[in-house]
């Protein structure tokens, strides 16, 4: 058990801290008890926190959710609530607005009917999918800040979160404007705005392991843009294989 809180610094006198009411037993995180407690606490809790928690995300991601994995978590929403939450926020606004991905095409159209397809069909299935693919990623490319897998989801998971809400604020803006050329460069400015912001989280997240800034930004820069080719292949490969069944 730890002496000092974790999320406060304040000496501890019980199981649980009396300044800010954290548990004393903070844990790393096991795939044991990302399945086992988490993902079961995520479908049936939604805890204070939320947008303390998109705040957080938005104003200091890296710094904010390297806190929460070393024992800083009281004041946040457990992270695979918040993911559940908006994954069905996206989905909800998907179905309600009128834009379509499709109209994205210009000489891309199928790829972009795949996306259309699986984000309309199959939006949780592509979200969580995701986040374990951008955890191999990270872990393999950050091995030298001895993060576990399980804390490599975790914190993937914070930030596909940070993603589906650009995505949510993608969708409402493109559908008050009504014009595919101006959807198309809306589409353009949000890629660098998302891009940019996983360089970002990955940078300020890594960055109290890594005293080389250019080696940093680089690695920060594949483990924005590796899962989003990813992503497009996986995509590719979905159309060809729906395209054949149907």
Not at 68 to 97: D, P, Q
Request: proline content about 3%; hydrophobic content about 45%; glycine content about 4%.
């Amino acid at each position: 058990m730890n002496q000092v809180c974790l999320n406060c610094s304040e000496p501890l006198q019980g199981n649980y801290c009396i300044y800010c009411g954290q548990s004393a037993k903070v844990h790393r995180f096991t795939l044991k008890h990302v399945f086992s407690h988490d993902f079961l606490h995520a479908i049936f809790h939604f805890d204070k926190g939320l947008f303390y928690s998109i705040k957080e995300l938005f104003t200091r991601p890296g710094h904010a959710v390297r806190e929460y994995i070393n024992g800083r978590r009281v004041a946040h929403i457990n992270y695979f609530s918040m993911l559940v939450l908006l994954i069905m926020v996206f989905s909800l606004a998907e179905h309600i607005t009128p834009f379509h991905y499709t109209d994205l095409g210009d000489g891309q159209e199928d790829i972009w009917k795949a996306i259309d397809s699986l984000l309309k069909e199959h939006p949780k299935l592509m979200f969580l999918t995701i986040v374990p693919l951008e955890a191999t990623i990270s872990y393999l490319m950050f091995q030298k800040a001895k993060q576990n897998y399980s804390e490599n989801i975790v914190l993937n998971s914070f930030k596909t979160s940070a993603t589906i809400i650009l995505n949510i604020l993608f969708l409402f803006i493109v559908s008050v404007i009504h014009d595919i050329p101006t959807e198309r460069a809306v589409n353009k400015v949000m890629a660098l705005i998302v891009t940019g912001y996983g360089m970002w989280f990955y940078y300020q997240y890594f960055s109290p392991f890594y005293s080389n800034r250019f080696i940093l930004l680089i690695k920060s820069l594949l483990c924005t843009l590796l899962p989003i080719l990813f992503v497009s292949i996986g995509a590719a490969i979905y159309f060809i294989l729906y395209g054949i069944k149907n």
